[in-house]
């Protein structure tokens, strides 16, 4: 198999961070071109400098670009559940290393036309930046062979009854993006609310001797306590389940919908809005995961993080 060659949009976030770890664990599949950080769970600030102190600690080199500040039109709402730094209690390392000079809606410009209609891009945050590459570049969407978006739900959000955290902080992002005619793959919640993080991966966790191993481990703990104070069930793991749908795709079940933004709804602003019954008579413009192998996707993370192992 061809390595895919991916820019990684994250708004880095404690999920965020086991997903750019498994990403990186996971060169053999992708050919990783950036990160690009956009504000979300926290500030753009953080989540980019987040972003590079993961690249450093887990011994890699990849480029990071520092992205939008505040979505396209409305005000940012930080997430409550990743701490004020955003990686919960973890503390990493301040990298020595600068940002790409370039703000990340250029970088992503730039390594689409590097790759010539190759490029994909995972955007596990708010769609800001990706929004920002189309609004500058419309050729880009000729340029892009597919986004796969941790965002958005078929039922029911996290932040209002129907809005998904990523699509409800910039609604208006997530519609340049969803009516971009770019193939898109949406990884919501109706997948990723259904891996609960299971005491054996834990355990198996503590058996891995590696810096991935051990941040992802920091992070788990941090969830966890996070979950018994909110009274919650176990930690879900939402973005990294997008990464899985990109190199074990056999894990997921697809449906292609017509599939847009509310942008004015009193109740409903930020909702993902699918035509299940094609009633509009639209070409579908989304697959879309509606359920997941949970066992073979934990398989699948076990595996990866065992590569990491130094003392195998
Ligand atoms: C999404 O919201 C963020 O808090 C997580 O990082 C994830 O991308 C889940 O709704
Ligand atoms: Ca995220």
């Known amino acids: 198999m061809n390595r895919i ?35 979300g769970n926290v500030s753009v600030e953080k989540t980019s400098q987040n972003t590079l102190d993961i690249v450093d600690y887990l011994g890699t080199s990849y480029p990071v670009a520092a992205g939008a500040s505040k979505p396209l039109v409305q005000n940012i709402t ?3 559940s990743h701490g004020s730094t955003g990686l919960g209690d ?11 000079p370039d703000p ?7 390594c ?17 930046n990706v929004a920002l590459a189309i609004r500058n570049h419309p050729d880009i969407c000729s340029l892009i062979r597919r986004i796969t978006i941790m965002g958005g739900s078929l039922i029911g959000g996290n932040m209002t009854p129907v809005s998904e955290f990523n699509i409800y902080n910039d609604p208006e992002a997530a519609k340049i993006v969803f009516e971009s005619g770019i193939e898109l793959v949406m990884v919501g919640l109706d997948v990723t609310l259904k891996p609960c993080l299971p005491t054996e991966v834990v355990e198996e966790m503590n058996k891995i001797s590696s810096p991935h191993a051990d941040l992802v481990r920091r992070i788990f703990s941090f969830m966890q306590r996070r979950s018994a104070e909110f009274g919650g069930d176990a930690p879900n ?21 017509y599939t847009t933004i509310e942008l004015n709804g009193a109740l409903t602003r930020g909702m993902t809005v699918a035509d299940f019954r094609n009633v509009s008579e639209k070409a579908p413009n989304v ?16 595996a990866v993080m065992r590569s990491s192992d130094t003392e195998k």
């Not at 976030?13 to 504000?39: H, P, W």
């Not at 955007?123 to 800001?128: D, M, N, R």
């Not at 997941?292 to 076990?302: E, H, V």
């Open 5 to 39: 060659p991916v820019v990684i949009d994250v708004d880095t976030g404690t999920d965020d961070a086991i997903c750019m770890t498994a990403a990186i664990l996971n060169q053999d599949k992708l050919d990783i071109k950036a990160f690009t950080a956009v504000c």
């Open 112 to 128: 689409a036309k590097e790759e010539n209609g190759n490029l994909e891009v995972l955007a596990t945050g708010p769609l800001t």
């Open 287 to 302: 697959h879309a995961a509606v359920d997941i192998d949970i066992d073979g996707f934990w398989k699948w993370f076990i």
């Open 78 to 80: 930080f997430a409550i």
């Open 237 to 257: 793991l939402h973005d990294v389940i997008a990464l899985a749908s990109i190199v074990a795709p056999k894990l997921f079940t697809m449906k292609d919908y």
């Open 104 to 110: 990340a809606c250029e970088v992503i410009y730039r």
């Open 90 to 100: 973890v503390q990493l390392p301040t990298s020595s290393r600068d940002f790409l």
